[in-house]
T-cell receptor, first 118, second 113 residues
Framework: EAQVTQNPRYLITVTGKKLTVTCSQNMNHEYMSWYRQDPGLGLRQIYYSMNVEVTDKGDVPEGYKVSRKEKRNFPLILESPSPNQTSLYFC?????????????????FGPGTRLTVL | AQSVTQLDSQVPVFEEAPVELRCNYSSSVSVYLFWYVQYPNQGLQLLLKYLSGSTLVKGINGFEAEFNKSQTSFHLRKPSVHISDTAEYFCAVSYTGGFKTIFGAGTRLFVKA
């Protein structure tokens, strides 16, 4: 089954304790992205990646890191989480066109990770 | 800055009634437009998208949307809703040749019996 998986689905942690949220897709998509969803704000993009070893900042990258060492995986790293990073996080993937853009392709979303930072 | 505005945060409606969820975007360039649906405790899934051509786009589950370039709008409609349509709906826009998608704040649709 084609899917995007995220782990963990739920996480409660404390301020300053490093954590990683994993994301994996089995559709051979080049493009992957992380979003956070907050009430009244919709989804805001944190980071995205166009391919292995190619990443770029989205609209709210502060406090987050990503890496793309393999095509299928795109982990999100919070080196020192703070309470304002309490949110619902989604990973998404989509194919790139032959011209290298992704903007008109559907994104496939994971089930979400609910993170609480105390 | 590019933005997407969903004009209603919540829309309550009775079962079998018609519904319209409104979306406006700010742009002076070519855009691609999407509507995604999020059911409780799930990720987002695509309802429909507008790339080019006919301004009326049909999607899954009986939804359709109309692209209006002069009003920079992309409103979502369904002639008769079901209880199972209760969900949050997100309008999104991306730009030709780009890698970013901008989402609206979402509209919660409540369908009542």
């Amino acid at each position: 089954e084609a899917q995007v998986t995220q782990n963990p689905r739920y996480l409660i942690t404390v301020t300053g304790k490093k954590l990683t949220v994993t994301c994996s897709q089995n559709m051979n998509h080049e493009y992957m992205s992380w979003y956070r969803q907050d009430p009244g704000l919709g989804l805001r993009q944190i980071y995205y990646s166009m391919n292995v070893e190619v990443t770029d900042k989205g609209d709210v990258p502060e406090g987050y890191k990503v890496s793309r060492k393999e095509k299928r995986n795109f982990p999100l790293i919070l080196e020192s989480p703070s309470p304002n990073q309490t949110s619902l996080y989604f990973c998404a993937s989509s194919p790139l066109t032959s011209g290298g853009a992704s903007s008109y392709n559907e994104q496939f979303f994971g089930p979400g990770t609910r993170l609480t930072v105390l | 800055a590019q933005s997407v505005t969903q004009l209603d945060s919540q829309v309550p409606v009775f079962e079998e009634a018609p519904v319209e969820l409104r979306c406006n975007y700010s742009s002076s360039v070519s855009v691609y437009l999407f509507w995604y649906v999020q059911y409780p405790n799930q990720g987002l899934q695509l309802l429909l998208k507008y790339l080019s051509g006919s301004t009326l786009v049909k999607g899954i589950n009986g939804f359709e949307a109309e692209f209006n370039k002069s009003q920079t709008s992309f409103h979502l409609r369904k002639p008769s809703v079901h209880i199972s349509d209760t969900a949050e709906y997100f309008c999104a826009v991306s730009y030709t040749g780009g890698f970013k998608t901008i989402f609206g704040a979402g509209t919660r649709l409540f369908v009542k019996a």
